[in-house]
């Protein structure tokens, strides 16, 4: 069982910078890949990027590559998405999510096994 917990969401003028973070519990971290997803209010949940086990491979959807960046610290158990030049577009809520390394890291919504509950950006223009 692997509980999500982000943080670090709230509100921000276009162009500005948030970290969030997203705290796993138990000792098998390191098994998943890691993603991160957003919501718009009225639109799907779509996905915004993932995270090798390791740490060394990601991926990003088209609309956040060269802003966004995701990290990740297996010590600590927890996973990072810096967001960069942020646009009003970019105002949703924003979830993490885990899947495991059997999967692939390529974090797809329907193969995830934990989500995290959801933290707000909003980005105002």
């Known amino acids: 069982q692997v509980q999500l917990v982000e943080s670090g969401g709230g509100s921000v003028q276009a162009g500005g910078s948030l970290r969030l973070s997203c705290a796993a519990s138990?000792?098998?971290?390191?098994?998943?890949?890691m993603g991160w997803f957003r919501q718009a209010p009225g639109k799907e949940r779509e996905f915004v990027g993932a995270?090798?086990?390791?740490?060394?491979?990601?991926v990003y959807a088209d609309s956040v590559k060269g802003r966004f960046t995701i990290s990740r610290d297996n010590a600590k158990n927890t996973v990072y998405l810096q967001m960069n030049m942020l646009k009003p577009e970019d105002t949703a809520v924003y979830y993490c999510?885990?899947?495991?390394?059997?999967?692939?890291?390529?974090?797809?919504?329907?193969?995830?096994?934990?989500w995290g509950q959801g933290t707000q950006v909003t980005v105002s223009s």
């Open positions: 999510a885990a899947q495991s390394t059997d999967r692939g890291f390529y974090v797809k919504a329907e193969l995830v096994e934990y």
């Open positions: 995270i090798s086990w390791s740490g060394v491979r990601t």
């Open positions: 138990g000792r098998t971290f390191s098994r998943y890949a």
